[in-house]
Every structure is written in structure tokens, then in C-alpha cells.
């Protein structure tokens, strides 16, 4: 009766002592945990008392139980990796009671961080349970730890579109990007990035201010709508795997332009100054002769 007593006793005060900790924004799984220890420490040493005070010699059970001891450390060793595990959980928090993670290739709410287990809510609304020993090898990621959210894709503008519609869409972008109350404006930025097989190729990239996946939808949204607009506005649409196919007079090529550039050739082969193999000529000095950023760019500077 006394063990029984002292047993409801310590996970009573456990239980307890959870709600005014929570309020001290202590760890209440982590405590809950601890006086569960606790109440099975003091369970062993009031049994030991127990027998010694009925007149049992304690050597004599400790030396017999030697034997069987190798035994009973071989099935105890799982659940002794556990709570070492669960222990490992509480002291790194790599996730606490209520976060959203992923765990493996799996994402959930995380429940409860027990003694010997974890418990996760999964997105189809069932619980998983997973050991500490296996959960706490885990590569887990902590969504609910996010301070900002990432926004980021590639936008594939048809081959049609001329230069000056793209740098229309270039500045725009970047102009509701760096006006929009919930984006931060470093590093925000879109750039044209390549020749794609289709498409001309713009990475936007950027950070919305929201932790909340549901918020940070509706502002995603919101974003894409605008870019919808300035796409249109451009005059120039989205790429898509397609063929066309033009029913129109080829204008062939052209005579005039390609004479010039035979004549260019001939005159660079007769002179040894073919560019090739190497693309560098020996004693020319063409390095550093373009303007960067080009004329008409607030940051163009014309060279002296």
C-alpha cells in the first residue's frame, strides 16, 4: 500500500505541477517526464527499504540476481535507449510539444514527447507513434521555427517577347516586389536568368514577412495575381511546351549583312588574326571595352 501511495503520489504532483510551469513558459512535457523518473527511482528505493525492513538480506538477492542480471540488461536496453532518447529530445529541442515538422519523408504536428515514445499527428489526422531512440536520429525540420517564408520559381515568358517588354517586366516585378508591405525587400529580386528550351527564363526570388502557412498563401497569391498583370500589361504572355508553326513568306537571308561579315573574316585571315583556335589575340588589347550597365541606365557611367 505505501508503494502504491508513493507512486499516485509522485505522478499526481507530476500532473499538477504541469499547469502553473506552462504559465513560467517551462517545458511541461520535459517536467512531466521527470517526475515520472522520479516517481520510479522513488518506487525502487522504497521497495529496497521495504525488504530490508522485513529482515530480507539485500546481498545475498543482489548476488542472485547476478546471474539473470546480463539477461534482464539485454531486454531493458531498448527501453533504456528511449528514454535516453527522449531525454536527448528535451535537451537539444530540435522540436517541442505543438510544433509542425517533418521527420524523414513524413510531416506532422508533434502531440506528445513521452518517456519512451513520441507521438505525431499526421496530415491525414492519425496519430504516429515513433520511439525516442529512432525519433531522435531523425532529420528533423521545424516549420513552426520559421521566422520568414520563402517565394520563390521561375517565370517562362514566350521566345516572342521582345528585349524592351522583358526589361518592362524586369522593372515592374521588381518595383511590386520592393512596394509590397509583406516582402521583404533583401534580398528580393528577379533577374533573367537563361534561354530555356521554350521559354525565357526569370527567377523571382524573395522572402514573405509571415510564419503562418495560411497567410503566407493568401500573400502568394496576392503576388502572383500582380505578376499576372504586369505580364499582361508587357504585352507578352507565359511560355508553355508548344510548337507553332508560322504560315508566312520566308524572307531568306540576308545578302548585304552576310557579304560584310565574309568580307570581316577574309580581312582578319589575310591579316593572321583569325580568333581561332584561341579566343585571345595575341598583343590586342580588347579587354574592358563594353559599357556596363548599358547607356541609358541610371548607373551608366560613359567611359573617359
Known amino acids: 500500500m505505501t508503494l502504491i501511495a508513493a507512486g499516485r503520489l509522485a505522478d499526481g504532483f507530476s500532473q499538477r505541477s504541469t499547469g502553473p510551469v ?10 512531466r517526464v521527470l517526475f515520472r523518473l522520479a516517481s520510479l527511482l522513488i518506487l525502487v528505493y522504497l521497495g529496497v527499504y521495504a525488504i530490508d525492513y522485513v529482515g530480507i538480506p539485500i546481498a ?8 539473470s542480471g546480463l539477461a534482464i540488461a539485454l531486454a531493458v536496453r531498448p527501453t533504456l535507449e528511449n528514454i535516453i532518447g527522449g531525454l536527448t529530445l528535451f535537451a537539444d529541442r530540435p522540436v517541442r510539444v505543438g510544433d509542425f515538422c517533418a521527420y524523414g519523408d513524413k510531416i506532422g504536428t508533434v502531440e506528445v514527447i513521452g518517456l519512451r515514445s513520441t507521438r505525431i ?13 529512432e525519433f531522435s536520429q531523425m532529420q528533423l525540420v521545424n516549420f513552426a521555427r ?35 508591405p509583406k516582402v521583404t525587400p533583401d534580398p528580393a529580386r528577379i533577374r533573367f536568368l ?37 505580364v499582361a500589361e508587357a504585352g507578352t504572355g507565359f511560355a508553355f511546351p508548344s510548337q507553332t508553326a ?16 565574309c ?24 579587354e574592358n571595352l563594353l559599357d556596363y550597365p548599358a547607356k541609358g541606365s541610371p548607373d551608366y557611367h560613359p567611359r573617359v
Open 194 to 230: 537563361e534561354f530555356g528550351a521554350y521559354s525565357l527564363d526569370l527567377e523571382v526570388f524573395a522572402y514573405v514577412d509571415s510564419q503562418d502557412w495560411g497567410q503566407y498563401l493568401a500573400i502568394r497569391e496576392d503576388l502572383n495575381l500582380r505578376i499576372m498583370d504586369i
Open 246 to 261: 508560322y504560315l508566312a513568306k520566308d524572307s531568306g537571308l540576308d545578302a548585304q549583312r552576310g557579304e560584310e561579315a
Open 121 to 133: 499527428r499526421s496530415l491525414d489526422r492519425t496519430v504516429v507513434t515513433i520511439p525516442n531512440a
Open 146 to 180: 520559421r521566422d520568414m517564408m520563402l517565394y520563390k520559381f521561375m517565370l517562362g515568358l514566350r521566345y516572342e517577347t521582345t528585349p524592351d517588354q522583358l526589361r518592362y517586366v524586369l522593372a515592374k516585378v521588381r518595383e511590386m516586389l520592393l512596394g509590397h
Open 22 to 31: 506552462e504559465k513560467r513558459r517551462l517545458d511541461a512535457a520535459l517536467l
Open 263 to 286: 568580307q570581316q573574316v577574309e580581312f582578319w585571315r589575310a591579316r593572321g588574326k583569325l580568333p581561332f583556335p584561341s579566343s585571345r589575340k595575341k598583343g590586342a588589347s580588347g
Open 60 to 67: 545475498p538477492l543482489i548476488a542472485g540476481l547476478g546471474v
